[in-house]
């Protein structure tokens, strides 16, 4: 029988022969790396295993992206960890705030993460490298602690879901509103522990940006991870990035699935997941009347160039509405920039919006932008729980940015076509 | 080892979130994360729970962000063991990392009420609910990972991986 593509690179990476699904292997790790919240813990085991150094320099990345700039004395003193661990050890890609992005965006826009590696992370959202045919998991602190000290790491091969997705996108519907649909129909745990493989026709016409998106919120499912097969979009975005040779994967057509699911695009409209599981989401034409307090246009699934163009689109001469904050975060410094070239950062301070430097910021409920008692906001971000964006009972709606930003004109969750 | 303890329910998908709330995430300090655990949830929780109490889980316990602080808050502020029908990878993970015992079982979910006292056997596997009488056989944990929790851990079993490679050099 063939293989899987995440099996084909879990091969190129073990001394194991022939494991079974389900079965514990050791992996060579080919780039791991941390945040400003999981890295300190990391950097703790590390320095108490007893090595000398790090397994190599060139192969961690630590991003203080979470709560940099330092919002308080405390995260000043968790980044301090990062940035002084990083001189006494000649990290490489350890990016000072200025350089900063957020992680999953910036990894690979710097050519770090390529087709075929084995991608750790100590943020859940790490499965966003797959979008260019790479392993790509979570992990915590302890376990990255391992990998920068040993460069390996345990790991269960998992079974995989192969997704088809057919026909062709309706208007305003991007990567995050398959992705929602899809959590929608599976439900939060309905692939865990599982490889999400999204394929067909509409993954095929599917731009990088999307694809992040999509990759990025397979953890919402529960995924080990999201891949999708490297194609000539793929090998166009990594032209003049990729720092190292890579090496393409692709599935074997008798390869083994746990379950094939189709859907066919054509009938997915922009999609609003509710309070409180991205599982909750309903099409657009169904949402109702929900007054918002505040929008967010950002994170590390959509604070790509792609959004702030569809959001740009939507803003462009208009106005946020006066009881509306809108608040909008470029994912990386390069974004950020061309973003201001292209005139996108004008049209978002004309039309009334906050612009930040790059930071996940809200998202977590950092800072940057935290919801008081009983406020409701819609945001392009990947979690709606309890609290995630400030106070217990506040409420987050997760949408698309093209949702995000008609809303924000509005006052209300709105459909883009309301604005156009 | 054998642990003993009052059961603290939990429905389904329980996520990291609501455990500890990113608003603590700035230290990781586990004296001052397990203060706020679960306090979104229930503020009063820390107060009311004893340690060696039990949390016992619907499906997909631990969903949501990587951060070990959440495993690190509950092991801290007392729990000795969590019981789920399923966890989330990441969260089952971390907490057989830092040595918080983690067991997969639907039945003790559907068969157990708030307050009960379990005792659970870990190197058996036997689990009895004390205050209902049933009994449970429950799955041992693969090879590797028993192999993890015999060394106290991912961290010693690391170190000692060191000074293999290092004696090896």
């Known amino acids: 029988m063939g293989q899987t593509i995440v099996e084909k690179i879990l091969t190129s990476h073990t001394d194991k022969k022939n494991f079974r699904i389900g079965e514990i292997i050791n992996v060579r790790v080919d780039f791991a790396f941390a945040n400003d919240v999981t890295a300190p813990l990391a950097i703790k085991d590390f320095k108490n295993s007893g090595a000398k150094d790090v397994f190599d320099k060139k192969k961690i990345g630590l991003i203080p992206d979470h709560f940099s700039p330092n919002k308080d004395i405390k995260s000043a003193e968790q980044c301090k960890i990062l940035r002084e661990f990083s001189h006494e050890y000649n990290i490489e890609n350890y990016f000072e705030l200025g350089k900063m992005g957020i992680e999953h965006a910036l990894l690979p826009e710097q050519g770090l993460v390529l087709p075929g590696d084995i991608v750790i992370g100590a943020d859940s959202h790490t499965p966003t490298s797959g979008a260019l045919g790479a392993f790509a998991t979570g992990v915590g602190s302890t376990d990255l602690g391992a990998i920068m000290t040993l460069g390996e790491m345990w790991l269960k091969v998992p079974e995989t879901i192969k997704f088809i997705y057919s026909g062709k996108l309706n208007k305003w519907v991007s990567g995050k509103d398959l992705i929602l649909y899809t959590i929608g129909k599976i439900g939060v745990d309905g692939a865990n522990y599982k490889v999400m493989e999204f394929t067909g026709e509409a993954i095929k016409n599917l731009s990088i940006d999307s694809r992040f998106a999509m990759c990025n919120m397979a953890i919402e499912a529960g995924g080990k991870t999201g891949i999708i097969e490297p194609d000539e979009i793929t090998l166009d975005y990594l032209k003049e990035r990729a720092k190292r040779p890579y090496q393409i994967y692709k599935s074997d057509p008798d390869a083994f699935y746990e379950k094939v699911i189709e859907f066919d695009v054509n009938e997915i409209e922009p999609q609003v997941a509710f309070p409180h599981l991205p599982e909750n989401a309903k099409p657009i034409s169904q949402v109702g009347d929900i007054k918002i307090d505040q929008s967010v246009i950002g994170s590390c699934t959509n604070g790509r160039i792609e959004d702030l163009r569809v959001a740009a689109d939507i803003l462009k001469g208009k106005q946020v509405h006066s009881r509306v904050r809108l608040i909008i975060i470029p994912a990386t410094q390069n974004i950020y920039s061309q973003a201001i070239k292209e005139g996108l950062i004008d049209i978002f301070i004309s039309a009334g919006a906050a612009v930040s430097t790059p930071t996940c910021g809200p998202c977590l409920g950092g800072h940057m932008g935290i919801l008081a008692e009983g406020e409701k906001a819609i945001a392009t971000t990947n979690r709606n729980f309890v609290g995630r964006m400030g106070h217990p009972k506040s409420e987050v709606y997760l949408s698309n940015p093209a949702v995000a930003a008609a809303s924000a004109i509005m006052g209300k969750i709105a459909n883009p076509e309301e604005v156009i | ?169």
């Open chain 2, 1 to 169: 080892m054998i642990i003993k303890g009052k059961i603290w329910k939990f429905k389904d998908n329980i996520d990291t979130d609501v455990i500890i709330p990113a608003r603590h995430l700035n230290t990781s300090d586990p004296k001052e994360l397990a203060l706020h655990c679960m306090e979104d949830y229930d503020p009063e929780f820390v107060k009311k729970m004893e340690r060696g109490d039990i949390v016992v889980a619907g499906n997909n316990f631990g969903c949501g962000s990587s951060r070990e602080h959440a495993p690190i808050a509950l092991k801290e502020a007392g729990i000795s063991c969590i019981i789920a029908k399923s966890f989330a990878r990441i969260f089952f993970r971390n907490a057989i990392n830092i040595g918080l015992p983690i067991f997969e079982s639907s039945e003790i979910f559907n068969e157990s009420d708030q307050g009960d006292v379990l005792e659970i056997k870990t190197d058996s596997g036997r689990i009895n609910n004390i205050t209902n009488g049933k009994t449970y056989k429950i799955n041992p944990l693969p090879d590797f990972i028993q192999k993890v929790i015999a060394h106290g851990g991912l961290k010693e079993y690391v170190k000692e991986e060191v000074r293999r490679r290092n004696s090896h050099v």
